[in-house]
């Protein structure tokens, strides 16, 4: 029998006060079955709830705030090595929410290092390249929001995002030099994937 657990990582008015990420799990009837309160950067998922997460027939959905309204993180998105995490999504202090969920290219043994880290090591090296106008704050709050794009660009993550007005037009100002470095990004991650499909 297939049934669903929506996993919520939400804020709460206490925890967005103390600048906390916060865990909600939601069942299928849409009552509260547990919460778990964080830290300032990272809920931990504890052991029993981490086994229920790698059954295929969970279907869960992550949400979780993010204090400092950044995207989601290397360490958000593996969560959907998990078999039963469907959707992870993280919603900023600001009203920025971003989403994601498995591509067709998506590939549980080779994300954190392969994948996400080269499409990331890749736009840090744009950004810099290109003397984008930002200052460091700015641009280190668009970098895991670029990596996203740039692997729904290749087919690894499926991707929304809808930023705050303030987000957006920080994001408006560069969005040409963003458009190269997504696309340089995507460009690298295709290429290993070759690399690594290669018949030996």
């Known amino acids: 029998m297939q049934w669903t657990v929506i996993v919520l990582l939400m804020s709460s008015a206490a925890a967005t006060a103390a600048a906390q990420e916060r865990l909600v799990i939601i069942g299928p009837d849409h009552t509260l079955l547990a919460g778990i309160t964080g830290g300032a950067s990272s809920v931990t998922i504890p052991p029993e709830l981490d086994g229920v997460l790698r059954r295929a027939d969970v279907h ?15 360490a958000d998105l593996e969560q959907l090595d998990k078999p039963g995490v469907d959707v992870v999504e993280a919603v900023g202090a600001d009203g920025s929410r971003y989403e994601a969920s498995r591509g067709p290219a998506y590939r549980p043994d080779q994300f954190e290092t392969g994948q996400y880290g080269l499409a990331e090591s890749e736009v840090r090296r744009r950004l810099l390249k290109g003397h984008i106008e930002m200052n460091e704050a700015n641009a280190d709050n668009q970098v ?3 990596t996203a794009i740039a692997l729904h660009k290749e087919g690894v993550l499926v991707y929304h995002a809808t930023l705050s007005t303030e987000r ?3 994001y408006d ?23 690594t499909e290669r018949p030996r």
């Open 144 to 146: 895991a929001h670029l």
């Open 60 to 74: 869960a959905r992550l949400t979780h705030n993010h204090p400092n309204s950044s995207g989601l993180s290397a």
């Open 173 to 195: 100002r560069n969005a040409v030099a963003f458009g190269y470095v997504t696309e340089g990004a995507a460009a690298v991650v295709r290429k290993q994937g070759a690399l």
């Open 168 to 170: 957006r037009r920080s």
